[in-house]
């Protein structure tokens, strides 16, 4: 039984940097296509940024340059470093992740494993 659990978000001021992260668990391989996905409110999902293999990654616009995925194989464990935050960015920041073949990773991938989601506040 695949399980992911977020770390504890957090309020900063535009400009700081937060790292949330995300224990993972059940997975038959490596092979899975992990992601963060967040949701501001009122608006629709957004794919953020999703990793594969620890090695492939895709960002959105919005935060290419500012965020960074990555992935500790060894501890299950993906990441999310963000940097420069703006109040735009702030949202309920999920975990998401498929194992389906061929384990394609865009960002508007239908996930099929997620997170209860942790809070990112950013102010002004």
């Known amino acids: 039984q695949v399980q992911l659990q977020e770390s504890e978000g957090g309020s900063v001021q535009a400009g700081g940097s937060l790292r949330i992260s995300c224990a993972t668990s059940g997975f038959r391989n490596n092979s899975a296509c992990m992601a963060w996905i967040r949701q501001a409110p009122g608006k629709q999902y957004e794919g953020v940024a999703t990793?594969?293999?620890?090695?492939?990654?895709t960002y959105a616009d919005s935060v290419k340059g500012r965020f960074t995925i990555s992935q500790d194989v060894a501890k299950n464990t993906l990441y999310l470093q963000m940097d420069s935050l703006m109040p735009d960015d702030t949202a309920m920041y999920y975990c998401?992740?498929?194992?389906?073949?061929?384990?394609?990773?865009?960002?508007?991938?239908?996930?099929?494993?997620w997170g209860q989601g942790t809070q990112v506040t950013v102010s002004s």
């Open positions: 990793i594969r293999n620890g090695v492939s990654t």
């Open positions: 998401a992740a498929h194992d389906r073949w061929p384990y394609a990773c865009g960002l508007t991938e239908r996930y099929s494993y």
